[in-house]
């Protein structure tokens, strides 16, 4: 069984890089995270950002999420708000110890939202494990006898 907590199985991640508690915390870049069948699978919310302007990478046991959205130039205009952010953001979450496989990670960007999925290496996945027991071996060897 993998040793991820249910209600945010990257906190301790997200606590580790410093971002626990953080701007990102359903700010600039929020994300949700699932397993399901040994695929993690990350969604982040990238509204308006072009994708040539998105960049995921996996150094060591790292990734990290870039995404830049350009300020907005409107020439004679009086702004009235501007709560849209903008600038380079930049998410990163440990992906712990060895339990993925990070040759294998996949990135969509579709609609908005960079899809990120990491598969757990096969060895880290869970194994069922096999039950003997003596008793019926002793019933065995106490009706011969």
């Given at each position: ?16 890089m ?97 899809t990120?999925?990491?598969?757990m ?25």
């Open positions: 069984m993998t040793m991820l907590r249910f209600m945010d199985p990257f906190e301790d991640l997200d606590r580790m410093g971002t626990f508690g953080g701007r990102w915390r359903g700010g600039i870049m929020p994300m949700d995270a699932f397993e399901h069948d040994g695929i993690y699978t990350l969604r982040f919310d990238l509204p308006g950002v072009d994708p040539e302007n998105v960049d995921a990478t996996v150094e060591g046991n790292v990734l990290t999420v870039t995404a830049e959205r350009p300020v907005e130039e409107i020439e004679d205009v009086t702004w009235l708000l501007r709560e849209r952010p903008s600038g380079t953001h930049r998410r990163e979450i440990r992906l712990g110890g060895d339990r993925f496989d990070v040759g294998k990670v996949h990135a969509d960007y579709t609609n908005g939202v960079l990120v999925t990491i598969p290496r096969e060895e880290a996945r869970p194994q069922k494990v096999a039950i003997t027991s003596d008793s019926a071996k002793e019933l065995t060897a106490g009706a011969s006898a």
